[in-house]
């Protein structure tokens, strides 16, 4: 059973950093492929990164790319995503998300995957 949490959100003022932690309490972590979104209220949910089995294969999105980075360390469950120049717009909460597959946009607004964790704030002030 995959059980994801996040940490590590909070607020801060544009221009810093955060690094968001996605923890699994299970024993099959470096099965599965990790998703980043994001969603702001009463907007749609955004894909933002995602990594795979062993770390070589990473996905950002264009609105990130640059400023983020997704790693992870199979030993520990965990998966990173480093969040660097924030700006206001990058205000959201942000989740991961596993499976064993990529997120997949035509599958509805869960990117066809499985596991979500509960989400974490980041708030970035101007």
């Known amino acids: 059973q995959v059980q994801l949490v996040e940490s590590g959100g909070g607020s801060v003022q544009a221009g810093d950093s955060l690094r968001l932690s996605c923890v699994d309490s299970?024993?099959?972590?470096?099965?599965?492929?990790i998703g980043w979104f994001r969603q702001e209220p009463a907007k749609e949910r955004e894909y933002v990164a995602a990594?795979?089995?062993?770390?070589?294969?990473?996905y950002l999105a264009d609105s990130v790319k640059g400023r983020f980075t997704v790693s992870r360390d199979n030993a520990k469950n965990t998966a990173y995503l480093e969040m660097n120049n924030l700006k206001p717009d990058d205000t959201a909460t942000y989740y991961c998300a596993a499976d064993m597959h990529l997120p997949r946009a035509r599958l509805g607004a869960d990117y066809g995957m499985k596991y979500w964790g509960k989400g974490i704030l980041v708030t970035v002030s101007s």
């Open positions: 299970g024993d099959q972590f470096s099965r599965y492929i």
């Open positions: 990594i795979g089995w062993g770390g070589s294969s990473q």
